[in-house]
């Protein structure tokens, strides 16, 4: 072995301070080489040990029945949705990438989401894309947009597992450093969950599919640490956007799973085999032999260090029993794809890599990566109390004419309609379904051979974290819950992606650390497990000199069973005539809304009017609702408010609707405020008895807003136009945007 030591000075030039680089002298009995140091300055970095964060995130609660793989367990979560089948899902960041390369980030984020499921088992069948880009005035976040959604739909093409929802935002607190998280969300027998464990002495290591090349060594589009690293230097662009070798792994990993060939499986991600292998054996509590010679590597003579750290995509470690490597090599070798067994569990807890039969590294396993023993920092915070003040809305002059604060609100593309971004995506690779022909506040997943599917959403208006971060994270639970009810589902569990700046900045991890605390609170009181998530920080950009933090913005993902296809609900006005009904109380609330940032002209406010007893009450009743067979839609009022809500409504089947606002209730706090915990339901005439009777029953305040029109709009008694007209200038707002015009 190398025996050359290194120094503390050495560690700090690896962002490894004075207390760390002394574990690794007490832990090694000696010092580290140079390739020790740097892969443990790798593994101890905030991507891979989670090391100022891993406090916060792991008391969020995790567990239930149902939840087969709790978050931080393995490289996904899963939950059991019965008739043997578990759904495994989880959502990642791939921020800094697209910042530099767009186009390539956004697709690269959809690929390294989805090998994580793949390597559990499961097949996945759906994405959803969560993207914040800066202010739309500037011609940086339009470039964004298109090159980020370009990305998506190519992937997408080539992959064949459709984008099937997500949400937009534009704001300048995003400006060149967009936030663009991916979820993934796959199905597989719960008798056929894949563990990343490598266990049971003299096993074997093997190395599954694209040969390991130089990508990601020393500088890379994919370092996660501090956005001032990125770059892409080493990452060949129609190598990245080439999904060959992930759809013949996941062919080849069904087939080990379906015939018992394997003991674990892990995905060989940022950290290289050395990550991998470290992941395995920690969880298998064994140790590993790595015999360097063995991987196969795109050229020869490439360093010990270029090959155990290689990013290089499309490749797996698995555990296999040495009678069973022969049965794996050609189902493998058919597909294209290297195999070869580099290297043989252990016992102890040390990885040891060979090269030439000389140690070239020795580290113990339990000590690397996320949820060991890897040291754990814990910035300075403080408590955050809510900072901005409400909004009183008597202190403005209400509008003389709202029919002109539509057409103004129109031109908003956080409230504008995504439909030019949705049409964008493949509609081949969805199934035909009441869902697709109508649109509802969750998207669905059909389930082959059973009456069950999948509700699925992404959700957080960052706007109501600037003020108080600890009920913005709550609000995004509850919209993600409310959207999941909304469609006829029961939420099962959720993924959260923590997108936050430094957190060596005070406010900045104050704000994070309120916002795990009320995601946490939120998934007690709905009683939602976090199962699987992921933490990107050091989102930031220079603004005169300066780093500037983007806004905090946890998105929540979350997934809910609809145990029967036929209570797919959609949000669609469907007969003229029918009554529409207010679920919820409203209030004179403009704070955080559109309406105050585009109106207004007050972007920072108060987070909106929440209470939690309230939204459980609201969702309660709203699947009751719905399992009765008592509305013909449902859709939630939330981004833009009611008039917006009914709008959508209105807009699939070119319905109208004809409303009274509320005379207790300044009109444009009732049109547009966003306060929580308010849904709108259309009710067929001869189901309305018993609707109001089941109401009532409830005590949860409701309220008739009016009835569908054939196609006019009418608040008031006041025309609003007609929505053939409304649709077109609701549609086409994005696509004038992007184009230019």
Known sequence: MNTSGTTKEEAEKLNLNSAEFDLILKLLGREPNELELEIISLMWSEHASYKSSWKWISQMPSSAPHVLVEAGKESAGAIDLGNGLACVFKI?????????????????????????????????????????????????????????????CEFEKGYGVPVIAGETYFDKEYNSSPVINSMAIGVTNTKKLASGICHGEGNLLVLLGSATGLDGVDEDVFEADAAAKVDAKHVLLTEMMDVTVEKSLQSVIHKLIEHDLCLGIQVVGAQGIIGAAAEMTARGGQGVRIDLEKVPCVK???SNKEVLLSQTMGRVLVCVSPKKL??????????????????????????TCYNKNKV????????????????????????????LKSISINDFDEPDHYPDVIKIMLTNLNITSKEWLMKKFDATLKKDGASETFPSDAA?????????????????????????????????????????????????????????????????????????????????????????????????????????????????GMVGLVEDKKNHCTLSFRHKGDMIFLIGRSRDDVNSSEYASTILKI?????????????????????????????????????????????ECAIPMEYGFDITSDAEIRKDAFLFGESQSRIVVSVSPAKQDDFVDLMIESEVPFSILGHVTKGELRVDDEAYGFISDLKKEFEANLSRWVEEK
């Open 603 to 647: 972007e920072e406010s108060a987070a909106p009017y929440y209470k939690v007893e309230e939204e459980l009450e609201v969702q309660a009743v709203v699947i009751n609702l719905i399992k009765q067979n008592l509305v013909r839609s449902v859709h939630d009022v939330s981004n833009g408010g009611l008039f917006f809500t009914l709008l």
């Open 92 to 152: 990642e960041s791939h921020n800094h990438p697209c910042a530099i390369q767009p186009k390539l980030g956004a697709a690269t984020g959809l690929r390294v989401v989805s090998r994580d499921l793949i390597a559990m088992g499961a097949k996945p069948l759906a994405f959803l894309s969560s993207l914040r880009l800066g202010d739309g005035h500037r011609d940086t976040a339009r470039w964004l947009f298109k090159e980020v959604t370009n990305g998506l």
């Open 300 to 302: 020869q003579g490439m």
């Open 360 to 387: 070239v590294c020795a580290l113990p396993a339990s000590y690397l990566g996320l949820g060991g023993n890897a040291p754990q920092n814990e910035p300075a915070y403080f408590d955050v109390k809510p900072n």
């Open 444 to 556: 669905f997943i059909e389930l082959d051979g059973v009456r069950q599917s999948l509700a699925v959403t992404l959700d957080c208006n960052s706007s109501y974290m600037k003020s108080d971060p600890f009920v913005g994270a709550q609000i995004a639970v509850a919209e993600a819950a409310r959207n999941i009810v909304c469609g006829g589902g029961i939420p099962l569990g959720l993924s959260d992606c923590l997108n936050f700046g430094n957190p060596y900045n005070e406010e900045v991890y104050s704000s994070f650390v309120q916002s795990v605390k009320g995601i946490s609170k939120a998934s007690v009181d709905f009683n939602i497990p976090v199962i699987s998530g992921n933490v990107s920080f050091y989102n930031q950009r220079s603004e005169e000199g300066k780093l500037v933090p983007i806004v905090p913005t946890p998105v929540i």
């Open 326 to 351: 022969a049965k794996i090599e050609p189902i493998a070798t058919k597909l294209g794809l290297e195999v070869a067994a580099i290297g043989e569990v252990v016992k102890g807890d040390m990885i």
